[in-house]
Every structure is written in C-alpha cells, then in structure tokens.
C-alpha cells in the first residue's frame, strides 16, 4: 500500500508559477512510476503528466508541455510538479497518482483507471 499526499497549491496571477508536491509513505516508493491528473468542476480528471520509477522518462499532455516539468526525489519520496506560465485554464484540482511496479507505455501512463493508489488533491486557482 502506498499512501500520497499532495501539496503547494494555492492561488496565483496567470504568468505566474507554483510547484507541487507529492510526498509517499508506505510500501517502497522508488520503483513505482508517478502521475499527475487533474480536474476541473463539472469536468473528467485528465491527465496531466507522469515519471517512470528512474525519473529517466517523463510524459506530458500537450496543454502543459513546455510550461510544466515533472520529477522526483526517490530519497525523498516524494514526486513534483513545476508549473509555470500559468493560465486559467489550469485551474482545477490536482491528483497525484501512483501505479504498481513495472514498466508502462504512454497509453498505460495517460489512463487515470490505470494507476492504484491516489492522493486526496490540491487545489490550484488561476486568476486572469
């Protein structure tokens, strides 16, 4: 069992920049590969971007490329979520995820039904 907990969300000017974290506690951490989904109300939770167990391959949805960079601190247990130039339209709340050792294609990776164990999320807010 692996346990997550998001944080650093908040309220920011669109432009600006906040990171997130999600810090994991349980079953060993390292070899799990890591996700981050997101969702707005009234809206599915889609993905947003992922990290295999090594941090040596990272995944994005086209919205965020170049904007937002994923990585991980496996002595630390804990995965992150660099967000910058933000927009309104990233509002919403974010969901760290985390799937079961092994290795994944991208289409495993975008799957929010593929990924075991989720943290409770954070908000983020993006005015304009």
Same mark, same amino acid.
């Given at each position: ?7 650093? *969300?908040?309220?920011? +000017? #669109?432009? =600006?920049?906040? @990171?997130?974290?999600? !810090? &994991? ?9 890591? *996700?981050?989904?997101? +969702? #707005?109300? =009234?809206?599915? @939770?889609?993905?947003? !971007? &992922? ?23 496996? !002595? ?53």
């Amino acid at each position: 069992q692996v346990q997550l907990v998001e944080s650093g *969300g908040g309220l920011v +000017q #669109a432009g =600006g920049s906040l @990171r997130l974290s999600c !810090a &994991a506690s349980g079953r060993t951490f390292s070899n799990n590969p890591m *996700g981050w989904f997101r +969702q #707005a109300p =009234g809206k599915e @939770r889609v993905f947003v !971007a &992922a990290i295999n167990w090594s941090g040596t391959s990272t995944y994005y949805t086209d919205s965020v490329k170049g904007r937002f960079a994923i990585s991980r601190d496996n !002595a630390k247990s804990t995965v992150y979520l660099q967000m910058n130039s933000l927009k309104p339209e990233d509002s919403a709340v974010y969901f760290c995820a985390a799937k079961r050792v092994g290795y994944y294609s991208y289409n495993e990776y975008v799957q929010s039904r593929t990924y075991d164990y989720w943290g409770q999320g954070t908000q983020v807010t993006v005015s304009s």
